[in-house]
């Protein structure tokens, strides 16, 4: 166990819907990560939190969003779901360094299905 | 660009030693981290390196060559539970952001 959860663990909902994923750090951890990871790809970095402010921004989507809240947990948005953003998705923590060389701990997951 | 290699899958036979290969190219580097992924679960950390050399973790070691781009991970005494994927990571200089790359789907016969 990471210390890092993440829920729901499962989501199936329908096209052009929208989710929320939840993820709390583990205890001392400043940084929120979040990570898709699709059955033929890779894990794809979407973007970083440090502290409550956007730290760095991969390949995300417009119609994704996320942030992260004073008590540190952190949230992803997906809006106009697509069937190509069935995947897994992961949150991952570090800190309290930012830019330091503290290893990402990453939560469970949400399997999301987009029928 | 970012560019991270690995092979598709491995097999190996239980007891033996298996070398699993990465090779990088990113526009600077700030460390090398190996994680372990079972089917469906979360990558679990395996190691780190940031200077050339040779880490050891118990069955396990990640050596680097920063100016050959390369690391391995070496996994000793191989067990059953050892059947998963590995994935290299690269940290690019001055961000906290890793770039994964494709995995390595290793599985142990008995």
């Known amino acids: 166990d990471s210390g890092v959860t993440q829920t729901p663990k499962h989501l199936i909902t329908a096209t052009g819907q929208r989710v929320t994923l939840r993820c709390s750090p583990r205890?001392?951890?400043?940084?929120v990560y979040w990570y898709q990871q699709s059955l033929d790809q890779g894990l794809q970095f979407l973007i970083q939190?440090?502290?409550?402010?956007?730290?760095a921004k991969g390949n995300i989507l417009e119609r994704f969003s996320a942030q992260q809240f004073p008590d540190l947990h952190s949230e992803l948005n997906l809006s106009s779901l697509e069937l190509g953003d069935s995947a897994l998705y992961f949150c991952a923590s570090s800190g309290p360094l930012a830019g330091g060389s503290d290893t990402q701990y990453f939560g469970p997951g949400t399997r999301l299905t987009v029928l | 660009g970012q560019n991270i290699d690995q092979p598709t899958e491995m097999t190996a036979t239980e007891g033996a030693i298996v070398q699993i290969n990465c090779t990088y190219q990113?526009?600077?580097?700030?460390?090398l981290f190996w994680y372990q992924q079972h089917a469906g679960e979360a990558p679990t950390f395996l190691s780190y390196n940031v200077l050339d050399g040779l880490e050891e973790k118990g069955r396990f070691s990640s050596f680097l060559s920063r100016s050959k781009g390369y690391s391995y991970l070496l996994l000793k005494e191989l067990q059953m539970k050892d059947s998963a994927s590995y994935l290299c990571?690269?940290?690019?200089?001055?961000?906290?952001?890793?770039?994964f790359g494709t995995g390595t789907r290793l599985q142990v016969f008995p």
């Open positions: 990113t526009s600077g580097f700030n460390g």
């Open positions: 205890s001392g951890d400043l940084s």
């Open positions: 990571a690269v940290r690019l200089y001055n961000t906290d952001k890793l770039i």
């Open positions: 939190y440090y502290n409550g402010e956007e730290r």
